[in-house]
């Protein structure tokens, strides 16, 4: 039986650590290089990019709620795209200076999995687009 090491992050919010072993037997093979190893799915094969349905988008790793269907919006880029989090304290926004460039990196605030991206050229009241990788993500149908 595994341990999880459970702390609090900067927000307060309870932390899930697991070590690499543990991620691997829970995660996909998908999932693991994306969460965990912070790579990128191929855009437009991701499961959710043309998802319309009604609910809520949850962090693969732990569940932790982390979009509504209320923000996703089509934007295009091949992956899905939200204006903003449910909740801005469920998410960490990170410099990211990989690959030659500047873009700011998307985590979940409960595990420290790697989501994705956001950008300033989206929609809406917050000009932000997060775009996020399907399989970082679970989808509850409301």
Known sequence: ?????????????????????????????????????????RP??????????DGT?????????LFSADTKFESGTGWPSFTEPADRAKVELHDDQSFGMHRIEVTCATCGGHLGHVFSDGPGRTGERYCINSCSLEFDEH
């Open 44 to 53: 437009f094969t991701g499961r959710y990019v043309h998802e319309k349905r």
């Open 57 to 65: 988008y949850r962090c693969a790793g732990c569940g932790a709620e």
């Open 1 to 41: 039986m595994s341990k999880h090491i459970h702390t609090q992050n900067e927000t307060g919010l309870s932390r899930v650590e697991k070590t690499d072993d543990e991620w691997r037997r829970e995660l996909t093979p998908a999932q693991f290089d994306v969460l965990r190893a912070k790579g990128t799915e």
